[in-house]
């Protein structure tokens, strides 16, 4: 691998007493693209099939056809002529059936959509699987499931990771800037999503790995520090949000959980996209997405920090909460989604007022640890704002189409998506509505 940060974790035991590992490749900087044909001998490929868009073969896929073409490697390509591609059940069966099954690799052009499609072609034709990253935008480069719409659901689903992800930084930097923002964004959720880490540790014992944590910490460090230069095309600082959204991704794969990469943020995300899908309102790109729900979860970890917990409060407030009630509101809210989410709890059993009592004791308990750790993960939700503003990134949901009305009840729903502890949940443990 061409990032060392990488090397230094992977395949060696840790004090976590976990053995991580990532067997894919990943080979970050100036011109390597001409390491495409070295890279398709490791798998004897002399045909390949190609998928990119309208827009990723621009950027692009031209020069890795006459790449290969100059190394005698035949292409049989397919190219999406949707300006705007959905990963969905039409875009897989386009690429699917446009496969040249004589191929020996698949190599695809681009970044989150493409990237997302081109793992399930790889995954059900069993063939090895190449990405050139086209665009720092998303931390799925490194991660072995896809973001579909299924049956009009949003769902991750699994398929496979590359085998070799290739980010020529001559390319990336060329990106577009909003795409810069976006990936940005989908960084700037690291903030919360390890600090939620560490509190879920210490609530409900999840495991967690202060190595991994670190990896993700010093890469978004080099992210925010050269922010500026992605305002003026410098390389140095593409290569840094690049190289933080594959860290991040096999820092996933590390940690074996989302943990390292995603938090309350996300599922801010996740809901505006589940809506979306449901009723058809509008929703931005995940990483915008994600940089708004990052700031709002500053925010509400501010207003945490000014409350004491309050046991009786706590208690009283749990014993009037009704899981009936709230699954109505839920599925006002989301409609059809809600249901996989009500179901959820049959499993997870969150609301339980035993299980509760012993989340609150151990709240109470460590009050003083938990505020240190949210001291020492968030910055400012003002400094994050500011670096907003620099990349034109929205601050407010009327901006996005997601209409200020539903924050609250995003805000809620999000502790019921998946068995995570994050703000909500804490929020609720404590009987607080920190709205
Ligand atoms: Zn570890
Ligand atoms: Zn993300």
Redesign the pocket.
Known sequence: MSIPELDRLNNKSCACLKEHSFDSDVIVGEGVINKLPEVLSRFSAKKVYLIADVNTYDAAGEEVCKILEDAEISVHKYIFNQKHLHPDETSVGLAIMNIDMSCDAIVAVGSGVINDISKIVANVSSKPYIIVGTAPS???YASATSSMTRDGFKISLDSKCAEVIIGDINIISKAPLKLFATGLG?ML?KYVSICEWRIANIVVGEYYCEEIADLVRKSLKKCVDNADGLLKGDKKAAAAVFEGLVISGVAMNFAGCSRP??GIE?YFSHLWDMRSVEFGTPAEL??IQ?ALGTLFALRSYEKLKSIKPDKEKALKFVENFSFEAWSEELRKFLGKGADSMIALEEKQKKYDVEKHRKRLEIIIENWDEILKIIDEELPSSEEIENLMDKFSIPKTMDEIGVGEDIYEMTFLATKDIRDKYILSRLCWDLGETIL
Do not use: R
């Open positions: 998303m931390d799925g989908d959720a990469a995603s996300h995940h990483g994600c």
